[in-house]
């Protein structure tokens, strides 16, 4: 499967970017979806994933109740829907799929190229 990851951009302390991550070649609904963030100087860090259906999610803790993770298979595609952003979520965003849910970046073999992230205080 591959991906491409849209929606990075510039934004204020406060505001809000939907992130989305479309994927091509293979049947989406095999997989469950994670999104990364990696921060300048910083490891890549798990920020959210949904299951194949979209029954389970899971966030990190940095952004439960700001973030919300949603999946389309019908469009191929899942989405980031970031609120309430702060500086210290800027990053390079990445999703990836893989066969089994979790949280580690062992659970996905499959990578987008990422798209920026820059929240302005």
């Known amino acids: 499967v591959q991906l491409q990851a849209f929606g990075g951009g510039l934004v204020q302390r406060g505001g809000s970017l939907r992130l989305s991550c479309v994927a091509s070649g293979s049947t989406f609904d095999y997989y469950d979806i994670a999104w990364f963030r990696e921060a300048p100087g910083k490891e890549r860090e798990g920020v959210s994933c949904?299951?194949?259906?979209?029954?389970?999610?899971y966030y990190a803790d940095s952004v439960k109740g700001r973030f919300t993770i949603s999946r389309d298979n019908a469009k191929n595609t899942v989405y980031l829907q970031m609120n309430s952003l702060k500086p210290e979520d800027t990053a390079v965003y990445y999703c990836?799929?893989?066969?089994?849910?979790?949280?580690?970046?062992?659970?996905?073999?499959?990578w987008g190229q990422g798209t920026l992230v820059t929240v302005s205080s």
């Open positions: 990836a799929a893989g066969l089994v849910l979790g949280r580690g970046e062992r659970s996905y073999n499959y």
């Open positions: 949904v299951s194949r259906r979209g029954g389970r999610t």
